[in-house]
């Protein structure tokens, strides 16, 4: 994908037309690409962890404005971490692979897909590892088409069925159906998931939904929207969620999800047929994000 796109940015669903060389987008970003942390990650779900880690390129920025983001110092700074070239990335990316990763983790890659590609471009006939798309769901089904054979493992969240309740706590009330046919669009290009002896992914797709307190029966409804997909995708329930950045301006997000509606949500998810993984609440924890700094 070209950077001309910059000029008039419409990567994201935000379409904000911004002109990145001049100013930032929507998203935060400029016409050059900046990255906080590039390290392996254990904390990732476990096929993609595994037990040498997840091989994470955690990018500045964010197309969505999540008042409860838990990576806000990067995602809602836009001056955190350092500029990249592709060059230097591809770089980065070997040497993680040589460190042994389970693969390259690309964390809220959105508002810089033409650089990634460059980057890939560089790199990809010397990876020998999977490469993973780790984003917020928010995405143009385009965007997707365009990094049709860069990547192998799409990990996109699906935060949302009511959009209004999107509105409110990412700023985006076309959320939910943005959400759907994104996941749709990653399923059809990579397929059903595919693990290898050791149980580590080489190809798919994982839903990632996080329960958000007294917001149970919206996750209910997000497991029956993604009901169709059952078969194609993998599911991963998180129990994580802890108050950051803005949740306390929120009613009902300044507590962690309780025992019962992440059971109540569980129990959704068995009676649809889902495979994939809970989380241990224990994770719902501060010690369990990335140190940026």
Known sequence: MSTDVFLHCTLCPRMCGADRYRHRGACGGGAVMRIARI????????????????????????????????????????????EYTPPQLADELLRLQDM????????????????????????????????VYNCGGYERVSTIEALDGYIDIYLPDVKYHDPELAGELSGA??????????????????????????????????VRHMILPS????????????????????????????????????HGLSRRVSTYEYEKVLETAADIGFDGF????????????????
């Open 278 to 293: 809970g989380q241990d609440r224990a994770s719902a924890d501060k010690g369990y994000t990335p140190d940026f700094k």
């Open 173 to 206: 009330y076309d959320y939910p159906e943005t959400a759907l046919a994104a996941v749709e669009a990653m399923i059809h290009q990579v397929g059903r998931p595919v693990t290898d002896e050791e149980g580590i992914m080489q190809k798919g797709v994982i």
């Open 39 to 82: 390290a392996p990650h254990m904390w990732e779900e476990p096929c993609i962890s595994g037990t040498r880690g997840a091989g994470t390129v955690f990018f500045t920025g964010c197309p969505l404005h999540c008042v409860y983001c838990q990576n806000h110092s990067i995602s809602q700074e836009y001056s955190a971490g350092r």
């Open 215 to 250: 917001h149970r029966k919206d996750s209910q409804e997000v497991l029956r929207s993604l009901a169709p997909f059952r078969d194609d995708i993998l599911l991963s329930l998180m129990s994580q969620y802890t108050p950051f950045y803005k949740a306390h301006e929120h």
């Open 100 to 131: 042994g990763v389970h693969n390259i983790d690309l964390v809220t890659p959105t508002h810089y897909v033409p650089f990634i590609t460059d980057t890939l471009d560089i790199c990809r006939h010397r990876l020998t590892i999977p490469v």
